[in-house]
């Protein structure tokens, strides 16, 4: 969801960057389910065809930012390559919104299912802003 409503986000504000979706828990290939799918273009975003990949180190070492949906998530990540934890922040550090957590919504239910979804799109809308605005810190 993150990975789409950033794409979305910067052609919407105008912002020219480039993202991808990695996760410390995916398996290779997955799609996301049709509950997922009916969510997102409800927001009027197509995650039809996506397919999951597993974060691998290759990604930060290549990549500028890695935002993870959780402060655990961000951790695990830090022990395994604490050389790399400048560029590790969570969703709401990175959007500049107090701290929180952006939980799994897997076989939570449609209801929790469209909370997650709307928190990732604020937050991802909030961090597109502040990226088009300047370098963030």
């Keep these: 969801m993150a ?26 290939g997955v799609t996301p389910s049709m509950e997922t799918v009916a969510a997102m273009k409800e927001s009027g975003v197509n995650v039809e065809g996506h397919e999951a990949n597993p974060l691998k180190p290759l990604d930060l070492v290549v990549s500028d930012w890695v ?21 590790i922040k969570t969703l709401h550090e990175a959007a500049g919104a107090p701290p929180g957590e952006i939980p799994d919504p897997t076989d939570e239910g449609e209801e929790i299912l469209k909370k997650v979804r709307d928190d990732i799109h604020r937050l991802i809308a909030s961090l597109v802003g502040r990226l088009k605005a300047g370098p963030i810190k």
């Design 67 to 87: 935002v993870t949906m959780s402060a655990s998530q961000k951790e695990a990540i830090v022990r395994k390559l604490p050389g790399m934890a400048a560029k």
């Design 3 to 28: 990975e789409a409503f950033f794409k979305a986000e910067c052609a919407k504000q105008g912002l020219d960057a480039e993202t991808s979706s990695s996760g410390l828990m995916a398996f290779a």
